[in-house]
Every structure is written in structure tokens, then in C-alpha cells.
């Protein structure tokens, strides 16, 4: 039987089903009643003649001379480069490609250094199928713990950091380093008075310390809460209602102090702490403001009765003056005249004496 074998094209004869050999470009007869047979492949990309074993079809040297054996070790991931370009990683442990008409190559990468270095860039890791690494993604204001078969390893700072999972199982931890806040709303109290009043208290706080965090406390935001709570108690409750009314600012700075010598315990520090809103019972509300509107009445009657007085005092001062100085007399006396005149519109005098004489009559100082 005739055989015609183009240019990119390779040829497997085999004899009574035994390789014999591989033939490239050219015309050829073999006889099948002879047992013989060709298979015809194209010399492109991967081998894909899998009726006789690579060991086999290496013992050719027409085959070896044309393909490219390669084997990924234990361990180890491959990159795929085809003229020097990489197009595929490697999810098998064998490959055999031709390597007539193109360039295969592939790189080789260890994964027993957990940590996966620079060398893997970031187009050859997107290739990588998950399972086979972890990313760890810390941001601004945050440390990341990771854990080596759930021993702690290493402390991150911002940035994204890759890891291998052969040689451990890697997990990790993201603490938020950053102030946050912590609202007390509507915290019922019984003052020392025994009278029933709600509180608002807001805290500021940050983490000191992640590792420590991580390996001591599990529900932080409940924990500091419960904490707080008690705190409130335990002081407010040493006051009268008109004392906490005064000294809340004072009050705020025992609770701040408290919750500082608490620190250790919950592995914070307390930047701020203190009393927003102090919440009334209606009643007490409304005999607060009673008391309110009479202390702001009494006050503003005294303020009323000083100025009585100041202004009598003036009057007296000046009663006194006129009574010693005839001078100022008469001049306040044109003062007051200078201030009826004008009030009225018109003024009828007569011929039998002078103006001022008349105006002085009307006054009843002539």
C-alpha cells in the first residue's frame, strides 16, 4: 500500500502491531498483507500518537530528534512556552510535543518553598488552578496572620502575598488594626438617689497587638461591650441624679480611667471614653423643667429689682445736683421742654409776653 507523507507530517509503522519505526517527508509502500501499518500525524503541538509508549518511541532516532520530552516532578508546577511565549500550565505530569516547526519548552516550578517567590509572575499564577496555592490579601490599617497547618508563621503588612499549599495547609487571619467605636445606647442605671435613668456612652479603642488578639480573644466587640456595661454600672451608680447632672464630665474621665486598666485583659487601648446623652424619666423630666423655668423667673426678678434700684439711685443722684446747682436745674428743665416741643405739632402764643416766658409757664416754673 502506498503512503504519501507531507512536509509537517510524521509517519508510525508498526509490524504485526510492534513499532518499527517513524518515517517523515516522503513516499512509501508497505504491505498490510505483510502485517504492516502507518499511522499519519502532523508535527504540531502535543504528540498525539498514544498507540505505543514514549519508551518505546524513544528508541527511534528520527522520533527523539524531532519531540520533546517532558516530565513534572513531585513537587513541582510547569509553565508551558511555545517560542519563548507562555500559553499553558502544566496540569499533567507528562508531556511530548514536536519540536520541528516550533519551540516547546517548559518551565518548572518548586513548591516546597512555601512561600511563592518572585519568579511566578502574576500571568503564570492565574493559570495555576486554585486549589494548588492561597492568596492573602491585607489592606491599609490591617496585619495578616498565616498559619502553617494551623501554626502561626508569619505577620503581614499592607499588600498581596501568595502561598503554596504542598508542603502545609495554609490558612491566615485578617485583623483590622484600625480605631473603631463602641456605642452604649440606652444603658438603663439606678443612681445612688434610686431613680432610673438611661445612658449613652460611646468608646474609641484600637487592637495593640495581633498576634496576642488572635490567640486570646474570640468575640471582641461582645466582650468589650459586657465590659463597658459593668463599668457604667458600678460608677453611676456611686451618684445622685443632680450630682451626675454636674460632674458629667468628670464621671466620663473615672469610666475612662476604668476601662484603661483594662486594656491588658481585652488586648486594646482605650483612646476615648465618656457619657453622650443622659436619658430622663418623663416625670423627672418634667420637674426638672419646673425647677428650671422658677430658677430662670427667680433670677431674672433679681436682675429686675437691681436695675430698680440702680435706676432710683441715679434719679436720687441727680435730684441731688439740680437741688444744689440752679444752673443744671434750669438746664435739664430745657432738656425735658426740648423733648415735649417735639412731640407738638403746633404752638399758639399770644403778645403779652415772650415766648420762653409763656413755655415757662406752661411748666409752671414762672
Request: proline share 1%.
Amino acid at each position: 500500500m502506498k503512503y504519501i507523507i507531507k512536509d509537517n507530517e510524521a509517519g508510525f509503522v508498526r509490524k504485526n502491531g510492534i513499532f518499527r519505526k517513524m518515517i517523515t517527508a516522503g513516499t512509501y509502500h508497505f504491505s498490510k498483507m505483510s502485517g504492516y501499518e502507518v499511522e499519519i500525524e502532523e508535527m504540531s503541538g502535543e504528540l498525539n500518537y498514544r498507540e505505543v509508549p514514549y519508551q518505546v518511541l524513544s528508541k527511534d532516532e528520527a522520533f527523539l530528534g524531532a519531540t520533546v520530552h517532558i516530565e513534572i516532578p513531585d513537587g513541582f508546577v510547569g509553565f508551558i512556552y511555545v517560542n519563548g511565549k507562555l500559553t499553558a500550565f502544566a496540569d499533567r505530569k507528562e508531556y511530548t510535543f514536536w519540536n520541528v516547526f516550533e519551540t516547546y519548552e517548559v518551565k518548572l516550578v518548586s513548591m516546597e518553598e512555601t512561600v511563592i517567590s518572585a519568579e511566578v509572575s502574576k500571568e503564570m499564577l492565574s493559570m495555576v488552578p486554585k486549589h494548588l496555592y492561597t492568596a492573602v490579601m491585607v489592606g491599609e490599617g490591617e496585619t495578616g496572620l498565616v498559619y502553617y497547618d494551623n501554626v502561626m508563621q508569619r505577620q503581614l503588612s499592607k499588600g498581596i502575598y501568595y502561598f503554596w499549599n504542598y508542603a502545609y495547609h495554609v490558612t491566615w487571619n485578617v485583623i483590622d488594626m484600625r480605631q473603631k467605636e463602641l456605642d452604649i445606647v440606652g444603658q438603663e442605671i439606678l443612681t445612688k438617689d434610686k431613680i432610673g435613668i438611661r445612658m449613652n456612652v460611646a468608646c474609641m479603642y484600637k487592637i495593640r497587638d495581633a498576634v496576642v488578639f488572635a490567640e486570646t480573644i474570640s468575640d471582641l466587640k461582645g466582650q468589650l461591650y459586657s465590659a463597658v456595661q459593668l463599668v457604667i454600672r458600678e460608677i453611676v451608680g456611686n451618684y445622685k441624679l443632680d450630682e451626675i447632672l454636674e460632674a458629667k464630665e468628670q464621671i466620663s474621665g473615672e469610666i475612662y480611667e476604668a476601662l484603661k486598666k483594662q486594656e491588658e485583659m481585652f488586648c486594646v487601648t482605650f483612646l476615648t471614653a465618656g457619657i453622650k446623652d443622659i436619658i430622663l424619666p418623663g416625670e423627672i423630666r418634667e420637674i426638672m423643667n419646673f425647677v428650671l423655668v422658677a430658677e430662670k423667673n427667680a433670677q431674672a426678678n433679681v436682675i429686675s429689682r437691681r436695675e430698680e434700684v440702680a435706676s432710683t439711685r441715679s434719679l436720687l443722684n441727680t435730684a441731688k445736683l439740680m437741688d444744689e446747682n440752679r444752673t443744671l436745674y434750669k438746664l435739664k428743665e430745657l432738656e425735658y421742654l426740648e423733648r415735649i416741643c417735639e412731640k407738638v405739632g403746633e404752638i399758639s402764643v399770644n403778645g403779652n409776653s415772650g415766648i420762653v416766658e409763656q413755655l415757662g409757664k406752661l411748666m409752671g416754673t414762672t
